[in-house]
């Protein structure tokens, strides 16, 4: 089985909360669970669903029995909604929290993923770069209209609803759900990334992560976070990146 190193950044950005939040469970064998939220609602609350949302999503995880890696995260990802949805009944002033959701499992052979929301999964292989998961916002919808030249990039860029999200985890139904794998190589890196990191572009992060040399998955996050906060970008968003490198195989 091949083995993965995992490392884990995060910068509050121009805000005065931190609504990211992540986690990880590394089991004996190698398969690992790691997992990235970008909550909403406001300082307390958006803190509150992120958190909240990932714990439960890792406790149903862990708990389950499902053969199955994409039914597993599929029905994790339902559980966290419904625990969401819980709180919002216990306490209506949380009401309009939530967040986006991205769940990765590594098998030692491919990685599975359940997304919801615009938060970006990048594979970066051989210096190409690739965002692999759906991008649940309007400025998905809207591309597809500049790719058919019924609108400019410019157009786009400056559209007042790119940002707004057509799909986020706040304990009703949620309306688009992506799941789908990847077979990995050695030397391939994976990052799950909140969308403040979006700062950079992708052939800036494809730049960092095809560099030579990274001695870990930690010191590629802390400097992706870093270079994020050289931007300096005026109300710079809260951005959070999980680093994970596919290393040669483990002949122990």
């Excluded at 389950?64 to 009944?89: C, W, Y």
């Excluded at 999200?165 to 994976?190: K, R």
């Excluded at 930690?218 to 994020?228: G, N, T």
């Amino acid at each position: 089985m091949t083995e993965l190193d995992i490392g884990f950044s995060q910068s509050q950005g121009d805000r005065s909360y931190q609504e990211d939040a992540w986690g990880k469970v590394v089991w004996p064998n190698g398969f690992t669970l790691a997992l990235l939220s970008d909550g909403m609602g406001g300082a307390v609350a958006g803190e509150t669903a992120s958190n909240e949302m990932l714990e439960a999503f890792k406790e149903s995880f862990i708990e389950s029995t499902e053969p199955s890696i994409k039914l597993r995260l599929k029905e994790s990802l339902i559980d966290a909604n419904t625990h969401l949805q819980g709180l919002i009944k216990a306490d209506s002033s949380l009401d309009g929290m939530g967040g986006t959701i991205i769940a990765t499992a590594f098998t030692g052979e491919k990685i599975v993923w359940v997304s919801v929301g615009d938060s970006p999964l990048w594979l970066v292989r051989k210096g190409e770069i690739s965002q692999i998961n759906e991008n649940h916002s309007r400025w998905a919808e809207l591309l597809k209209l500049v790719e058919s030249g019924k609108m400019t990039q410019e157009e786009l860029d400056q559209h007042p609803e790119r940002n707004q999200l057509t799909s986020a985890v706040m304990g009703y139904e949620i309306e688009q759900v992506d799941i789908g794998e990847a077979e990995v190589d050695v030397d391939d890196w994976i990052l799950l990334a909140s969308d403040g990191v979006e700062t950079l572009t992708e052939k800036e992060i494809n730049l960092l992560c095809s560099r030579p040399g990274w001695d870990s998955a930690q010191s590629l996050a802390e400097h992706l976070i870093q270079q994020v906060d050289k931007v300096e970008r005026p109300g710079q968003d809260n951005s959070s990146v999980i680093a994970l490198h596919v290393n040669g195989k483990d002949e122990s």
